[in-house]
Nanobody, 118 residues
């Protein structure tokens, strides 16, 4: 069983930035983030494989950058130019397969709240 530990959520003003981190209990091929806003379905934000192949959701492309430190089993997601619609619970995810959709996810973190508000 892979354990995922998330950090970095919080309250930020519109236009601000935030960095989320997630560390796994062991090496795994693909990691990333999904999010679920109020009254919304859970959606892909960004994912990255061990060899740095990335996938970004259409609503965040250009504002989000995901990176990975394989030696630390950790991923980072830098989010810039945040808007109200980015408010959501952000879930770290992992899988032995490339993550293109929710169906590819094998492991979920507990989630961290990101709130964008003035």
């Amino acid at each position: 069983q892979v354990q995922l530990v998330e950090s970095g959520g919080g309250l930020v003003q519109p236009g601000g930035s935030l960095r989320l981190s997630c560390t796994t209990s062991g090496d795994i091929y693909s990691m990333g983030w999904f999010r679920q806003g109020p009254g919304m379905q859970r959606e892909l934000v960004a994912t990255i494989t061990r060899d740095n192949s990335t996938v970004y959701g259409p609503d965040v492309k250009g504002r989000v950058a995901i990176s990975r430190d394989n030696a630390k089993n950790t991923i980072y997601m830098q989010m810039d130019s945040l808007i109200d619609e980015d408010t959501a619970v952000y879930y770290c995810v992992a899988s032995r397969y490339h993550i293109f959709a929710r169906a590819n996810v094998q492991y979920w973190g507990r989630g961290t709240q990101v709130s964008v508000s003035s």
